[in-house]
């Protein structure tokens, strides 16, 4: 049956909201029409303002290059599967690990740090940060052995930041890195929207031995203003959904190992 074009645009709307990203190809195939006419859909929508054109579909309008929530938004926001990630990411040190870590600034690197907790008392594991949310949360953990990378403090994710925070992560060489990310690209890799984060971030990639990248199903496919690092960098990913196939196939060649939570 024929669908007309205002019922296609409220079914494009709707997929938006529950996947946060819509592709041309598949949008054609769902409603049976040629790709131009969904291109012509998403013209449209995005004048409109109910969504951003990217390369090959379309983000909600929230999803801009340098849009960056608070930590008190990211919180609450896919709590449980930030705990399933956080969880499951553990399972890169394995039963017996007594080397360091380095824990990224995030919401989802906290998931990381809450599940590493029960381990610190008993285990000797050094744990290295530059955010001032999890290095509170952990210096108050009986037998943990913690230290703090300073600089200049961002107040949007209360993570140290600079030059002097640079300098002192690239004289590191952590065993184990979990590094938070805005976003994961096929074409772009890993990408953050200030660029204040991205080089501390980057600092932290080119330091660890290995790297583990965590980030909820909502970063993949997303490209933000900064990348930070090609996918050739990450030696795993941990998330809570299958990848498109485009980023999969992308992951595959790069030898990134995903581990769904």
């Known amino acids: ?5 205002t019922e296609r645009h409220e079914q494009i709307e709707r997929l938006l909201a529950a996947q946060g990203r819509v592709s041309v190809v598949d949008l054609a195939d769902r409603f049976e029409v040629t790709t131009e006419t969904i291109r012509r859909d ?4 995005e004048s409109a303002g109910a969504l951003r054109r990217v390369h090959g579909g379309a983000v909600g309008p ?4 340098t849009r960056e929530p608070s930590l008190a938004e990211r919180r609450d926001h896919h709590g449980t599967a930030k705990e399933a990630i956080g969880r499951r990411a553990l399972d890169a040190l394995g039963r ?5 870590v380095f824990l990224d600034a995030g919401t989802t690197t906290a ?12 285990a000797p594991i050094e744990v290295v940060t530059h955010s001032l949310t999890l290095g509170n949360a952990l210096a108050g953990v009986p037998g943990a052995s913690l230290s703090f990378v300073g600089g200049r403090v961002r107040g949007l994710t209360a993570a140290a930041v600079g030059a002097d925070t640079v300098q ?28 204040d984060e991205a080089a501390v971030k980057r600092a932290i990639v080119a330091s660890a ?4 990248v965590v980030a909820d199903a909502e ?27 485009e980023l999969a196939d992308a992951l595959a060649d790069a030898d990134v190992e995903v581990w769904l939570a």
């Open 62 to 65: 929230e999803r801009g290059s």
């Open 111 to 122: 998931a990381v740090a809450s599940a590493l907790v029960p381990r610190l008392a008993d």
């Open 168 to 195: 002192a992560i690239g004289g590191m060489r952590p065993d184990v890195a979990f590094v938070g990310t805005n976003g994961v690209s096929a074409s772009f890799g890993l990408s953050t929207p200030d660029p």
């Open 209 to 212: 031995r290995r790297v583990v």
């Open 1 to 5: 049956m024929q669908m007309y074009a």
């Open 219 to 245: 970063k993949l496919g997303a490209e933000l203003l900064v990348g930070f690092a090609s996918l050739s960098d990450v030696d795993v990913l941990v998330t809570d959904a299958a990848p498109d196939p």
């Open 42 to 45: 998403l013209d449209h929508l």
């Open 96 to 100: 017996d690990f007594t080397g360091s």
